[in-house]
């Protein structure tokens, strides 16, 4: 394989970067789109036209006809609602038929979705803000070695055997932690059975089908959900999502060595959003906070809650870029800035008297935390036009010159609003080697 033939696309923020909409841009040129963690959680936005697509499950490929789709080993799977995302996107004439989910992959199942409100309940003022799909339980049945995987999706009987192993344990915990009434095997069994019947012929070994696509010279573009700062190991746990959100992900989450992987394409808003509970250093609570909720749309694709809204933190994006081994980054957005007289960039941050560049683990040292900012002049011109870099308005270049210097990794891709037509190439950009030229 070549340096393009893989491009590894991250979030590098909290979620919700606009990665939808890079990955669905760059799909145009791949012939496998690969998700490799996380589930259902993901909430990705693509328009096109006249169309909006919302996607949970299903990676952006899916609307390129041709292009080979898969869900990786490491995403945990609820076959309930992708049979749902399957039927909404046949109903509009768009092929599933070259989706595959691998064998391996885990399944969530209802019950994990009432562990998840009931944990949520039981943490109260420390709950996590969890998107309420179970992500979180069945990552932890999987670790437990009680999960069910999509590999029992491919035959009833054995899928009846393996609930039927699982479901008296299930069964207790449901009843005596979690006040539920259980479920039965049969009801279960039913209630899976038009899944198992739509998803079962589309289980595979999906390693061995990236392998061979690597081999026949085929370009994969690997599709991250969530950001950096929601990993598991890295994140601002507990305020995180249950699996690894990195870059090195791609390759266990898919079955892959890590040699498969070499440019990491980290995708940042050209300011900063979170959903969900947790610290978030540079968030504003005043008047810009609220434009740019109101100017970006900040409202989450999964659950509709409204994102709270800060400005960059360059702190977070260095810190995601050594994480994730970033190669370039595609800053999102940039668009929503317009109008605002001033634009801040935390640089560093002051704790305790101390000046740091560095993303403090402790989360007590995290909150007391104050972002240091650099100012920069804002930018009042539309930018949603604007197809070339040097058209830019100045304020705007001088702007991503900031970030770029400040995270130092270049920026090889911008958006300027959510069509694929809005989305600026930077000229000599390594992308060029993924479009092949
Ligand atoms: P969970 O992944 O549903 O367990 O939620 C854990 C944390 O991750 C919560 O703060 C969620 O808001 C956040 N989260 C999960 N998925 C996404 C996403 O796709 N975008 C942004 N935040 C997410």
Request: glycine fraction near 10%; hydrophobic fraction near 40%.
């Amino acid at each position: 394989m070549n340096n393009f033939d893989s491009l590894v696309v991250v979030g590098a923020q909290w979620g919700d970067e606009g990665k939808g909409k890079v990955i669905d841009y760059l799909a145009a040129k791949a012939d496998v789109v690969a998700r490799f963690q996380g589930g259902d959680n993901a909430g990705h936005t693509v328009v096109y036209g006249a169309n909006i697509f919302k996607l949970h499950h299903i990676p952006s490929g899916i609307l390129y006809p041709g292009c080979l789709s898969l869900l990786g080993n490491g995403m945990v799977v609820n076959p309930l609602v992708l049979l749902n995302e399957l039927i909404e996107l046949e109903k509009r004439s768009i092929s599933t038929e070259n989706l595959k989910i691998s064998d391996k992959a885990h399944l969530i199942m209802t019950y994990h979705q009432v562990y998840d409100r009931v944990n949520e309940e039981l943490l109260g003022d420390h709950k996590i803000g969890t998107t309420g799909r179970g992500i979180g339980p069945a990552y932890a049945d999987k670790a437990l070695r009680r999960g069910l995987r999509a590999i029992d999706l491919t035959d009833i009987n054995v899928f009846r055997e393996r609930l039927a192993q699982i479901l008296p344990l299930q069964n207790r915990l449901l009843k005596s932690a979690y006040q539920h009434k259980g479920y039965g095997l049969d009801q279960l069994v039913e209630m899976y059975r038009p899944a198992l019947e739509k998803l079962g012929p589309m289980v595979v070994d999906t390693s061995r089908l990236l392998a061979d696509s690597f081999s026949e010279g085929k370009k994969v573009l690997f599709e991250g959900a969530q950001g950096a700062l929601l990993d598991i190991d890295h994140g601002t746990y507990p305020f995180v999502t249950s699996s690894s959100t990195v870059a090195a992900a791609a390759g266990s989450g898919s079955g892959l060595g890590p040699q498969y992987t070499c440019q990491v394409l980290g995708v940042m808003k050209a300011y900063t959003t979170r959903v969900g509970e947790g610290p978030f250093p540079s968030e504003d609570n005043g008047e810009a906070g609220e434009l740019l909720r109101v100017q970006g749309a900040e409202f989450g694709t999964t659950t509709g809650r409204p994102r709270r809204c800060g400005w960059f933190d360059a702190v977070i994006a260095r810190y995601a870029a050594r994480i994730n081994g970033l190669t370039g980054l595609a800053i999102t957005k940039l668009d929503v800035l317009s109008g605002l007289e001033t634009l801040n960039v935390a640089v560093t941050y002051e704790c305790d008297n101390n000046s740091t560049r560095e993303f403090p683990a402790n989360l007590i040292e995290l909150e007391k935390c104050k972002p240091i900012y650099e100012v920069f002049p804002g930018w009042h011109e539309d930018l949603s036009r604007i197809s070339t870099m040097q058209d830019l308005p100045e304020a705007a270049r001088h702007y991503l010159e900031a970030l770029e210097e400040a995270i130092g990794v270049p920026i090889e891709l911008i958006s300027v609003g959510p069509d694929r037509t809005q989305t600026i190439v930077r000229p000599g950009s390594f992308l060029a080697g993924w479009y092949g030229d």
